[in-house]
Nanobody, 125 residues
Framework: QVQLVESGGGLVQAGGSLRLSCAASGRTFSRYAMGWFRQAPGKEREFVAAIRWSGGTTYYADSVKGRFTISRDNAKNTVYLQMNSLKPEDTAVYYC??????????????????WGQGTQVTVSS
């Protein structure tokens, strides 16, 4: 069983920054791929960013590329999402997720086995 706890959400003005954290339980965290997803009211959950177990390979949605950075600290069992140049359209509940089966494709919700409870990010214009 893996438990994920997100933190770092909040209210920020457009152009501002936030850093989300996701703390994971489990001794084999370093072997998981991790992803960030978001869901705005009335919309489907969408991919934001993902990172392979080694941290050497990252993926981003086109809408956040160049503004968001995903990283991980395997010693701390934590994955981060640094969000810069935030826009009102980034407003959503952000979820982190863990893929424990080393899926080939990690840019969709389907392969992820565990999910956090979510943290609200609100960007005002």
């Amino acid at each position: 069983q893996v438990q994920l706890v997100e933190s770092g959400g909040g209210l920020v003005q457009a152009g501002g920054s936030l850093r989300l954290s996701c703390a994971a339980s489990g001794r084999t965290f370093s072997r998981y791929a991790m992803g960030w997803f978001r869901q705005a009211p009335g919309k489907e959950r969408e991919f934001v960013a993902a990172i392979r177990w080694s941290g050497g390979t990252t993926y981003y949605a086109d809408s956040v590329k160049g503004r968001f950075t995903i990283s991980r600290d395997n010693a701390k069992n934590t994955v981060y999402l640094q969000m810069n140049s935030l826009k009102p359209e980034d407003t959503a509940v952000y979820y982190c997720a863990a893929d424990v089966h080393m899926a080939l494709v990690i840019t969709t919700p389907r392969p992820y086995d565990y999910w956090g409870q979510g943290t609200q990010v609100t960007v005002s214009s």
